[in-house]
């Protein structure tokens, strides 16, 4: 696929301290490319260094085809940024914020009308249009923030951890907006700390660390990389479980719970081959799960420790 943005060895540093050591990255066209990592990891400083808003100490990049060092006006122009925190003017209208977006962007006043009322009626603002931002919901600012960023048409849309103290149902909007984006030829680059997110809405994944890629593929490519699969299985009585754990080599029995952990990769012939076994034995099941390693399993087995940012975080957003 055509390549929208490429990145070689990308540092950066703040005195004495490293943010990025030699990131290298590539993103397709009309994909959605996720950097995870916690707070620290160096993802802002990488959308702040592709977007043109800080230089790299070293390194180069190309993004929608122009050079950053050599191009920056022409990669401004086929750009958008979302940053962490909501660029919205509080003190204007939802509709009065995209006008000076389409000013800023010199659209002609037909150009401007015709854009904004889109917009409002694609990001679901049309009720909203007259009332100051400062009185919308967080999700509603999320959403005013994205439009007012699509109103220069951009070809690649950097989204800087755009769902950040959402509520779950503010988040699922923004993900099916985002998913609307890209079917319509956009890329997103995307930086979060939410695993489901990245799970959730990524083509690729690039796990960020210390400012080091440790990581990069696809959610099922990453959690293929490491163990942790099995099948839980739950039996009626203790003679049960017995009689599956002779049968099933390897498997942990927990006699409390009368149940039995298998390692598994979760596949159809694994599950085919635990229940012939068991089927030969005379054995009956009363319960079975699939469990399968996720990414939090991953960030684990990446970095030896758990993401203490990324579980925080998800907690909160459900509160």
């Known amino acids: 696929m055509p390549t929208a943005i490429e990145a070689v060895g990308l540092r950066r540093s703040y005195g004495d301290l490293t943010v990025l050591e030699g990131v290298d990255l590539t993103v ?6 996720a950097l995870l990592g916690p707070n620290g990891a160096g993802k802002t400083t990488t959308v702040n260094i592709l977007s043109t808003l800080i230089t790299p100490d070293a390194g180069r990049a190309r993004v929608a085809g122009h050079d950053l060092a050599t191009e920056p006006d022409a990669v401004r ?4 940024v979302t940053g ?5 003017d509080g003190l204007l209208t939802g509709a009065e914020n995209l006008r000076l977006m389409a000013r800023l962007h010199h659209l002609d006043r037909a150009e401007a009308d015709a854009t904004v009322a889109r917009l409002l009626e694609q990001f679901d603002l049309v009720d909203a249009a007259k009332k100051p931002a400062a009185t919308y919901s967080g ?7 994205l439009a007012m960023t699509l109103v220069g048409d951009p070809k690649i849309i950097f989204l800087d951890e755009p769902t950040t103290g959402l509520d ?5 909007t923004m993900w099916q907006i985002i998913r609307e984006l890209v079917a319509g030829g956009v890329t997103i680059f995307l930086t979060t700390q939410y695993l489901e997110e990245a799970d959730e809405l990524a083509d690729r994944i690039a796990v960020l660390d210390h400012g080091r890629l440790i990581a990069e593929g696809t959610a099922a490519e990453l ?13 009626g009585d203790a003679e049960a479980l ?5 049968a099933l080599d390897g498997s942990v029995p927990n006699l409390e719970a009368l149940t039995l952990q298998v390692p598994s990769d979760g596949g159809v012939r694994s599950l085919r081959t635990v229940l012939d076994r068991l089927d030969r034995s005379g054995v009956e099941i009363a319960e079975l799960s699939v469990h399968t ?4 399993d991953v960030f684990l087995a990446l970095t030896g420790q758990p993401n203490e940012s990324m579980i925080t975080n998800e907690k909160e957003s459900v509160r």
Not at 84 to 88: G, H, K, P
Not at 168 to 172: A, D, G, L, T
Not at 223 to 235: D, N, P, S, T, V
């Open 223 to 235: 959690k293929g990389r490491i163990a942790g699969g099995h099948l839980l299985l739950r039996f």
């Open 77 to 80: 122009a086929a750009i958008g």
């Open 168 to 172: 779950p149902r503010s988040r699922r």
């Open 293 to 296: 390693p996720d990414l939090d």
């Open 84 to 88: 962490q925190f909501s660029a919205v």
């Open 28 to 33: 397709a066209t009309g994909t959605i490319f």
């Open 242 to 246: 017995g009689a599956a754990t002779v």
């Open 139 to 145: 999700g509603m600012r999320r959403r005013l923030d």
